[in-house]
């Protein structure tokens, strides 16, 4: 039993690992130490050693290249490939990212299949999956909140990739939301030195400049490091509406010994936005659709946020494979706001209310998890356990104020652009009659115990089984009424699923998933409504194609959520009350990867369909409105490799979904948008590449609202080129 353990490797690796017919060992998922490690001819592919090996690393995805990439870390704690991962999963690679430009993590979800981005100023915008907002992301497996209107979604410029878990996922993170996870794997300190810089410019103000630099810090390699700094203005191609983001990376790895490292990492944002809150519908309450550049907000409007993640984590491997890890990351963020917008429709004399709202938040996250995982042998085959406890707080200082009418009357367009400036926040602090101001602090703390237990009684059967203990505490504080509410209590949440291999390429799979989730939403008498409670019923099917680096995935699900707060049909309500039960269901499409050296693909489809089957308000779906039925989203790039065109790359994409409403009548049609890019690579240090958004020029709608606000046109055809030279 002895040696066989000391032969096994993780319980995914039977796809992790390729025997060429020589006996050669080709690493797929693990760091180049693996290949050190056996003093004897392999003849088999699933007897490797993985004493000695960093914590079941994967290669990054910018050493990789290309779309493809057979593993993730979102949802299961250790390196799994996309196979074994019996819920929906979709990595987005560093090449991909570049590709298409993507600067945001909002703009990689307009991109992404199976993702719905309710779009506001790039960085300010609202994320969906399966109807459900991700209000959180990770950053190495560890959470910390994502607001939209707080500036908090993240850059993607210090991440290698991206992974995207669909559905619940309460068995490492009990409180999140319904939608899912989204985990940002950092872009990690290199074993050789490596630097870029480049820079961009384009139509609509476009601009930007980046360098990035890695490598090692002493002479045996055991410490290195990586500094990356970015300067970006989004497209501006509505009036006066400035975006403006700058981003700095810093990372050390440090090896303590021959099993053991740490890591340590600090990001940092600044925002600067002059705020636009989108379009008011015509008097016919029809969207204009004429008058993308059109500004409704006035030229002092500003957004400026400030955030700060710091990560730690140390690492051990055991003798025998098993892996300890513990980490942490903390957050500090701040945002300030005072915008004014639309109040109301147009009127015939295309006048209109104006409107405001202004705010200062302050917000800490601590998130810790400490885990051990290990693999051993039973039934002859390579099974699985993880076991860990974390921790999470989050506390949210939120000073606002707000006013139905910052003028007497209506106004016209170029009115509400120079209108006089107006502290929305201190004039509603010192209580001038039409203003409303609060002034809230909440706390959330949670604290959890996990498990995990992956067994194959057969080698073609894996049966994952896992629960978590959850104890949770939130507060929520008003100071202007002098209230405090509290709540505290334990549950326990279950996860069970299977993977089938039909072959070598072919999977299906079935899983059941919850989530719990506390709420400070209060109801008519002040109290807090119940928490919410959602599960998820997926199955599906899966393949692997070209030793992982191309992977495909068809799924159906249904969820059902209960209790989530919803405004009720009363005129300026102030109260929560809760939906009884929503239920969610549809089905996915999905292919990404490399189909050959030179040739990537992401594509997919999306069906979604929401019922509410015991509403409490007629505007219960509400949100759900503005999920479409239909999504397809397409891209897709060729590099030419050999002869007159070597060096040359084009790449062209679709993103179209059918039509979608809000809650207060106003209505989308469907839309396709074409994008494309051009690439050429001078030399292997000097390459240049021109991305075009919206080739033909579409008039659309990506978002649509109240009759006042948040009907958001897309961008108009606009084009910006960047330079990169490798060192």
Do not use: C
């Amino acid at each position: 039993m002895a040696t066989k353990l000391n032969e096994m490797i993780l319980p995914q690796g039977k796809r992790f690992f390729m025997v060429t017919a020589g006996g050669a060992l080709i690493a797929m998922g693990l760091g180049q130490n693996a290949l050190a490690q056996p003093a004897e001819p392999i003849t088999r592919l699933d007897a490797i050693t993985v004493e000695g090996n960093r914590f079941y690393e994967m290669p990054s995805s910018e050493a990789t290249g290309g779309y493809g990439i057979d593993s993730a870390t979102v949802g299961t704690k250790t390196p799994a490939t996309l196979r074994d991962i019996p819920q929906s999963v979709s990595v987005v690679t560093r090449e991909a990212i570049d590709d298409q430009r993507l600067v945001t993590l909002d703009e990689l979800g307009r991109r992404t299949p199976g993702m719905r981005v309710l779009s506001n100023d790039n960085g300010r915008s609202s994320i969906y999956a399966r109807g459900y907002e991700y209000d959180e992301y990770n950053i190495d497996g560890l959470p910390a909140p994502m607001t939209s209107i707080n500036g908090s979604v993240p850059s993607l410029v210090a991440f290698d990739r991206v992974e995207i878990m669909r559905g619940p996922s309460g068995l490492f993170n009990n409180t999140s939301e319904m939608g899912g996870i989204v985990n940002l794997v950092r872009k990690r300190p290199t074993d050789e030195f490596q630097a870029h810089v480049q820079g961009s410019l384009g139509t609509e103000y476009q601009r930007g400049g980046q360098f990035d630099i890695a490598g090692p810090m002493n002479a045996d390699g055991s410490v290195r490091g990586r500094v990356v700094a970015d300067h970006t203005e989004h497209a501006r191609f509505v009036d006066h509406n400035d975006n403006k983001q700058d981003d700095v990376y810093a990372a050390l790895d440090i090896d303590l010994g021959d099993s053991t490292t740490l890591g340590i990492g600090f990001v940092h944002n600044n925002k600067d936005i002059v705020v636009n809150n989108g379009q008011p519908v015509d008097s016919d309450g029809k969207l204009t659709y004429g008058s993308r550049s059109d500004f409704y907000g006035a030229r002092w409007n500003n957004f400026e946020s400030h955030s700060n993640d710091w990560i730690a984590e140390l690492t051990h491997s055991f003798a025998g494979g098993g892996v300890g890890q513990l980490s942490a990351r903390y957050s500090d963020r701040d945002a300030n706001y005072n915008y004014a917008f639309g109040g109301s429709a147009l009127d015939n004399n295309q006048e209109l209310k104006v409107a405001g709202t202004g705010s200062k938040v302050k917000q800490q996250a601590l998130s810790v998890d400490a885990s051990y995982s290990k693999p051993f042998e039973l039934f002859d085959n390579v099974n699985e356990f993880v076991v860990g406890t974390d921790f999470k707080r989050y506390d949210t200082d939120t000073q606002a104020g707000r006013a139905r009418g910052l003028t007497s009357g209506t106004v016209t367009l170029e009115g509400l652009n120079d209108l006089s400036f107006v502290d929305i926040l201190e004039t509603a602090r010192v209580g001038t009659p039409g203003y409303k101001y609060s002034d809230t602090k909440s706390t959330l703390k949670e604290t959890g115990l996990y498990a995990k237990l992956t067994v194959r009684p057969v080698e073609s059967l894996a049966l994952i089984a896992g629960g978590r203990g959850s104890r949770y505490e939130i507060e929520e504080t008003d100071r202007v009424a002098g209230n405090v509410q509290d709540r505290n209590g334990s549950t326990f949440t279950p996860y069970a699923g299977l993977v089938v291999d039909l072959n070598a390429d072919h999977s299906l799979y079935a899983s059941y998933s919850q989530v719990f989730k506390p709420q400070t939403s209060v109801d008519a008498n002040g109290e807090f409504l119940k928490p919410r409670e959602g599960e998820q019923y997926e199955f599906g099917a899966k393949g692997s194609y070209f030793r992982g680096n191309l992977n495909a995935r068809a799924s159906l699900f249904r969820l059902y959520d209960e209790n989530r707060a919803a405004t009720p049909d009363i005129p300026n309500a102030v109260y929560s009350v809760s939906v009884g039960k929503m239920r969610i269901q549809g089905a996915e499409l999905e292919v990404s990867g490399s189909l050959t050296e030179q040739w990537d693909l992401i594509a997919g489809y999306t069906y979604l369909d929401t019922e509410v089957e015991q509403a409490s308000t007629a505007r219960d779906d509400g949100i759900f409105l503005l999920m479409p039925h239909n999504q397809v989203k397409v891209w897709t790039q060729y590099g030419f490799a050999g002869g007159v065109l070597h060096g040359l790359r084009i790449g062209g994409g679709v993103t179209a979904m059918s039509d979608f409403a809000s809650s207060q009548g106003v209505e989308a049609a469907g839309y396709a948008v074409v994008d494309a890019m051009v690439g050429y690579d001078f030399s292997k240090n000097l390459s240049a590449q021109l991305n075009i958004n919206n080739l033909l020029d579409r008039k659309y709608y990506n978002r649509v609202g109240g009759t006042n606000t948040f009907n958001m046109a897309g961008a108009p055809a606009n084009a910006v080129a960047s330079l990169r030279y490798d060192f």
